[in-house]
């Protein structure tokens, strides 16, 4: 039995009396103390992150662009330097293999920030479909860091230990700079539905970094957070979270992400036959939102039910109560002809028949 890998930030959770769980192959902080609270800090004032688990691959090299163009669903070489994009890594069958952040670093210098758990398939297929074209894939997980901020005082809190210009920075951007006089990558987004940066460093520079925000963030309310409430955060924002509501036997049109994928490119992409086929007879099955009418909330694997007929209609891919709203939410899976906002649904729980309504997602949005 393999014990998980520590980031290096375990010894701070440790002496800050974080609960830890394995993620993934990784040591990492679930919470630090309640979890409800770590989440209204990230809505209200700010919250911080050690993402140290997630993968880095690099692609180099002067068709590094075309090559991601054939490897993802979207068009990484229309990224501008200093900017990002959301864009998948399917299969041939169109399958989602990964959801991806792509940046654009340099000319001819992209950074793919993938899911902790699927680092190690994703890297051999950029790999496998970079070859013929005149660029390099390498798996750089080992030489980043990554901790991120997030929350309404984010944007303060970093700008008070930052050479960089953050009001300067959109969203979906990434900046070479300084934190606490340690060479970073900052960026300015995030998965909790809140203003955020994400500060790539090296791995020996990383508890610098967190004390510094932590010494800047203090006056403001930051708190440390862990996946516990990274999870409830992201649910109450409507982003899908790989292996619940994206996996091997899900399209991006299934998942409401069709917009990502680029069929304009004149060379064509891996998994694009497939995909053309699904965005013209439409999605098998379509990602709502559901709002329980009791107090139990409906969890992943949960079955969703027609309540004219009895009918099993959907399954559940994420759930919980939601401490933002005050009432339990969920992610489902249903039958297209169920999918309008406003349809009563019902929700096996446990064998007890709960009412729910499916609504437009997300549930919650700063705007």
Request: aromatic share 6%; hydrophobic share 40%.
């Amino acid at each position: 039995m393999t014990s998980s890998a520590p980031t290096p930030l375990h010894e701070i959770h440790q002496a800050l009396g974080a609960s830890f769980t394995d993620f993934a192959g990784w040591d990492m902080p679930v919470r630090y103390g309640s979890e409800t609270a770590e989440h209204h800090a990230v809505r209200t004032t700010a919250g911080l992150f050690d993402l140290s688990h997630m993968g880095e691959i690099e692609v180099t090299g002067p068709e590094a662009g075309r090559a991601l163009d054939h490897a993802l669903v979207g068009r990484p070489s229309a990224i501008g330097i200093g900017r990002a994009r959301y864009s998948m890594i399917c299969a041939e069958d169109g399958g989602i293999i990964d959801d991806l952040v792509v940046y654009r670093l340099e000319e001819e210098r992209y950074l793919v920030v993938a899911n902790a758990s699927n680092v190690h398939v994703v890297a051999p297929a950029l790999t496998e479909r970079a070859e013929g074209y005149d660029a390099m894939v390498r798996d750089a997980s080992a030489e980043w860091a990554l901790i991120a901020v997030q929350g309404p005082a984010s944007a303060a809190i970093v700008a008070a230990v930052t050479s960089l210009d953050v009001s300067s920075l959109r969203y979906y951007a990434i900046d070479a700079g300084t934190v606490a006089g340690v060479e970073v990558l900052l960026a300015r987004t995030g998965y909790t539905g809140e203003d955020g940066f994400e500060i790539y460093c090296a791995p020996s520079s990383a508890a610098a970094v967190w004390e510094a925000l932590t010494e800047a963030g203090t006056p403001h309310g930051l708190v440390p957070a862990g996946l516990a409430c990274r999870d409830t955060l992201r649910l109450e924002a409507g982003m899908p979270l790989y292996g619940h509501e994206l996996n091997r036997d899900t399209t991006p049109f299934e998942a409401g992400l069709g917009r990502v994928v680029s069929f304009d490119k004149p060379e064509g992409f891996v998994g694009d036959a497939a995909l053309a086929v699904r965005r013209d007879e439409g999605p098998r099955q379509v990602l709502v939102g559901l709002v329980a009418a009791g107090r139990r909330s409906p969890r992943a694997s949960y079955a969703v039910v027609d309540p004219a007929t009895g009918e099993e209609v959907g399954t559940v891919t994420s759930g919980s109560p939601s401490p933002t709203l005050g009432h339990p939410i969920a992610m489902a899976f249903v039958r297209p002809d169920l999918a309008a906002a406003g349809t009563k649904v019902q929700v096996d729980v446990r064998g007890s028949r709960e009412d729910a309504e499916i609504v437009d997602l997300p549930f919650y949005s700063k705007k």
